[in-house]
T-cell receptor
């Protein structure tokens, strides 16, 4: 247990669906991150939030929409995804920006 | 841009030492990390080293950093079946104004032979 939880753990969705991934951290951290882990590719940073403000967006398509309502919760809203978006989506948090990151177990997403 | 390279597979016998190697290109890296990922799980931070250190030891784990060659290694002594996982090397170069995320390698699958 790292103190970072993600739900759901598995998600299958069609290309026209809208769904959301949820991340919650119980560590009192101020920064949260979304990463994408695809087969045979390095983990890719998608979004960074610090004190609920988005500080970095690594050119992620607009079909991925993050939301950080408070420092403990992070969402990733998904709509009109493509099959190539199928991947493991990992959430992480750190005490401050750039600090040691603790990861959640991930959500395995399959887009049909 | 930043790049982190690792070999994809390493096979060792149970009880032997495992050495997983990593090279990186960003000379301004401040921290270098080793994460472990078991099947179906997220990433677990194993250890990290600050860029001005050469070595760090933590029980069965030894991290060696050659900053001149931008080479990082993780040695696992007395490798056990429970060590079977994917090991990711990662670096960060947070300077207060730049990227905050980690740059990861593709991961090394550690395979333990009985």
């Amino acid at each position: 247990e790292t103190g970072v939880t993600q739900t759901p753990r598995h998600l299958v969705m069609g290309m026209t669906n809208k769904k959301s991934l949820k991340c919650e951290q119980h560590l009192g951290h101020n920064a949260m991150y979304w990463y994408k882990q695809s087969a045979k590719k390095p983990l890719e940073l998608m979004f960074v939030y610090s004190l609920e403000e988005r500080v970095e967006n690594n050119s992620v398509p607009s079909r991925f929409s993050p939301e950080c309502p408070n420092s403990s919760h992070l969402f990733l809203h998904l709509h009109t995804l493509q099959p190539e978006d199928s991947a493991l989506y990992l959430c992480a948090s750190s005490q401050e920006r750039g600090g040691e990151q603790f990861f959640g177990p991930g959500t395995r997403l399959t887009v049909l | 841009g930043e790049d982190v390279e690792q070999s994809l597979f390493l096979s060792v016998r149970e009880g032997d030492s495992s050495v997983i190697n990593c090279t990186y290109t960003d000379s301004s890296s401040t921290y270098l990390y080793w994460y472990k990922q078991e099947p179906g799980a997220g990433l677990q931070l194993l250890t990290y080293i600050f860029s001005n250190m050469d070595m760090k030891q933590d029980q069965r784990l030894t991290v060696l950093l050659n900053k001149k060659d931008k080479h990082l290694s993780l040695r696992i002594a007395d490798t056990q079946t429970g060590d079977s996982a994917i090991y990711f090397c990662a670096e960060s170069n947070f300077s207060g104004g730049g990227a905050d995320g980690l740059t990861f390698g593709k991961g090394t699958h550690l395979i333990i032979q009985p």
